[in-house]
């Protein structure tokens, strides 16, 4: 089945560690997006990509940084200058950036600070 | 900068009701999404509303866009209890910059659905 998968489903951070969440998707989707979720709030975007190689700020990337050296992946980097990273982190991908088919979400990380 | 504004933001319903759940825009866009989240999990997918207009039905929930307001809705025809969720509305900002298409989705804050017996 095509999807999403994200990993681990729960991560720990210590004080001034940086930690990678895994996104990898087999939909042949050409975007790829990650967003933060706090509780009770909505989604806000971290970072996204387009097309390999090439990746945009979004409304929230300080403290985080990316990759997209293969077009099924893109990893989240939480750096330690992240300084309240506890949060639900999705992955979302979607077939033509501004396309018109909606945005497919991964299962999720739960990350918090130890 | 886009700002997408739901309301209410909870909602304790009984079941067998309707009502109506909001969403507010800022700025123009003819793309608007609809999500649903159970609690813990991801986001489902709803609805993909494209134009003014736009009405889509699926059982009991219809949602609908009206681009000169900025303004979607989505009813809840006769509540049941497994309707109880978050849903979100979600804007699409699409555009072109240096001839690369992209597409930024500004998410509302949510409304957290209860459906009591």
């Known amino acids: 089945d095509g999807g999403i998968t994200q990993s681990p489903k729960y991560l720990f951070r210590k004080e001034g560690q940086n930690v990678t969440l895994s996104c990898e998707q087999n939909l042949n989707h050409d975007a790829m997006y990650w967003y933060r979720q706090d509780p009770g709030q909505g989604l806000r975007l971290i970072y996204y990509s387009q097309i390999v190689n090439d990746f945009q700020k979004g409304d929230i990337a300080e403290g985080y940084s990316v990759s997209r050296e293969k077009k099924e992946s893109f990893p989240l980097t939480v750096t330690s200058a992240q300084k309240n990273p506890t949060a639900f982190y999705l992955c979302a991908s979607s077939m033509i950036p501004g396309g018109y088919q909606p945005q497919h979400f991964g299962d999720g990380t739960r990350l918090s600070i130890l | 900068e886009l700002k997408v504004e739901q309301n209410p933001l909870f909602l304790s319903m009984q079941e067998g009701k309707n009502y109506t759940i909001y969403c507010n825009y800022s700025t123009t866009s003819d793309r608007l999404y609809w999500y649903r989240q159970d609690p813990g999990k991801s986001l489902e997918s709803l609805f993909v509303?494209?134009?003014?207009?736009a009405v889509k039905q699926e059982g009991r929930l219809m949602a609908s866009l009206d681009t000169k307001a900025r303004l979607s809705t989505l009813h809840i025809t006769a509540a049941v209890h497994d309707l109880s969720a978050t849903y979100f509305c979600?804007?699409?900002?699409?555009?072109?910059?240096?001839?690369?298409?992209?597409?930024?989705?500004?998410f509302g804050q949510g409304t957290i659905l209860t459906v009591h017996p």
């Open positions: 979600a804007v699409d900002s699409y555009g072109n910059a240096g001839g690369t298409s992209y597409g930024k989705l500004t």
């Open positions: 509303l494209l134009s003014n207009g």
